[in-house]
């Protein structure tokens, strides 16, 4: 069974920054693109960041362009979203996407608050 599991999140004043990770198992993680989205409170989610299968191609949603960092470890199964001068519109749960598979995380809860 295809499982993916969210880390790193927490509460933070803006400007600080926090590192998500997703574990995966259950499927052959070198082969797949990746992606983190997110959901913040009371709407739908929001992409946030795309990786390809090898780590060369990686995309970004225009709000968090600059700020954010999506990066991989193949050899680990391991999605990784580094996250730099936080903004309180970044509140949200965070999740990790395998999009052509179809399966998601549970999210990890990143709150932006003086």
């Known amino acids: 069974e295809a499982q993916l599991v969210e880390s790193g999140g927490g509460t933070v004043q803006p400007g600080g920054s926090l590192r998500l990770a997703c574990t995966t198992s259950?499927?052959?993680?070198?082969?797949?693109?990746m992606s983190w989205v997110r959901q913040p409170p009371g709407k739908g989610p929001d992409w946030v960041s795309n990786?390809?299968?090898?780590?060369?191609?990686?995309s970004y949603a225009d709000s968090v362009k600059g700020r954010f960092t999506i990066s991989r470890d193949n050899a680990n199964n391991t999605l990784f979203l580094q996250m730099d001068n936080l903004k309180p519109e970044d509140t949200a749960l965070y999740y990790c996407?395998?999009?052509?598979?179809?399966?998601r995380g549970q999210g990890t809860q990143v709150t932006v608050s003086t």
């Open positions: 259950g499927f052959y993680f070198p082969n797949y693109d």
């Open positions: 990786i390809s299968w090898n780590g060369d191609k990686k």
């Open positions: 996407t395998n999009r052509l598979l179809g399966i």
